[in-house]
């Protein structure tokens, strides 16, 4: 008896060890909510696009709905996207409709000839305020 109450004590301190743990970085992000920065989203639903613009032929940006900003990079392999007037980004992994910073896309680029054109691209990383900013007016969804 007297083993197994020192065995679920021994467990229960390591649990909390392990949850203290994680602490400080929750209490920095609430902290830093509280003081009014905001935190880049690190994820986007592929339904709430609501605009976007490119930067050459490799770099896409999005805005969602939430007003979040994402580069993409295609590796400069998607043709017509600098000429786009709409484009589709879908998930190449799981069911989901929601993709991450760091998350393979698949982006659709309809163009006048018969049949759509898609290429492959990387969700690379979620803007700042002062990086949406920073970007040129042509590049700025």
Do not use: H
């Not at 905001?38 to 986007?44: D, E, I, Q």
């Amino acid at each position: 008896m007297r083993i197994l109450l020192t065995s679920a004590l021994a467990a229960s301190t390591v649990a909390a060890l392990g949850l203290s743990a994680c602490a400080p970085a929750a209490t920095t992000a609430v902290a830093a909510a509280a003081d009014g920065e905001k935190t880049t989203a690190r994820c986007f639903r592929t339904d709430t696009v609501r605009n976007f613009r490119t930067d050459r032929q490799s770099d896409l940006y999005i805005r969602s709905l939430r007003d979040d900003v994402f580069q993409i990079n295609t590796s400069g392999a998607c043709w017509d996207l600098d000429s786009a007037v709409s484009i589709a980004v879908t998930p190449t992994l799981g069911g989901s409709d929601t993709v991450c910073v760091g998350d393979p896309v698949q982006i659709l680029v309809p163009n006048a000839d018969p049949g759509r054109r898609t290429c492959r691209a990387f969700v690379t990383k979620s803007l700042t305020a002062e990086e949406v900013a920073a970007l040129p007016d042509r590049a700025r969804p």
